[in-house]
């Protein structure tokens, strides 16, 4: 079993920037790839970003990659989701998901454990 607690989500201007972190406790995070996701007020839940189980290795949806990234620290177990240049459609909830493998994966069904979310809400 996962817990996943996310946090820093709050309201930014436009062009701004928020740094998400999601903190992991139970099995090993080392041994898991991560994944953020986020949905928007009548939208379906979208991928935003997903790291390997070593760092080594991310991906990005396109409407966000070159102003996103995702860093993570195993000593602390913690999966960070730094947002810059923000723009007001990156308006959502934020969620945290663990895999229980260690790939990277852009597609919910490949993550077991999720947190309970954070809004993020970027004003014009």
């Known amino acids: 079993q996962v817990q996943l607690v996310e946090s820093g989500g709050g309201l930014v201007q436009a062009g701004g920037s928020l740094r998400l972190s999601c903190a992991a406790s139970?099995?090993?995070?080392?041994?898991?790839?991560m994944g953020w996701f986020r949905q928007a007020p009548g939208k379906e839940r979208e991928f935003v970003a997903t790291?390997?189980?070593?760092?080594?290795?991310?991906y990005y949806a396109d409407s966000v990659r070159g102003r996103f990234t995702i860093p993570r620290d195993n000593a602390k177990n913690t999966v960070y989701l730094q947002m810059n240049s923000l723009k007001p459609e990156d308006t959502a909830v934020y969620y945290c998901?663990?895999?229980?493998?260690?790939?990277?994966?852009?597609?919910?069904?490949?993550?077991?454990?999720w947190g309970q979310g954070t809004q993020v809400t970027v004003s014009s």
């Open positions: 998901a663990a895999s229980t493998r260690p790939y990277m994966s852009s597609y919910s069904n490949d993550y077991a454990y």
């Open positions: 790291i390997n189980w070593s760092g080594e290795i991310t």
């Open positions: 139970g099995r090993t995070f080392s041994n898991s790839g």
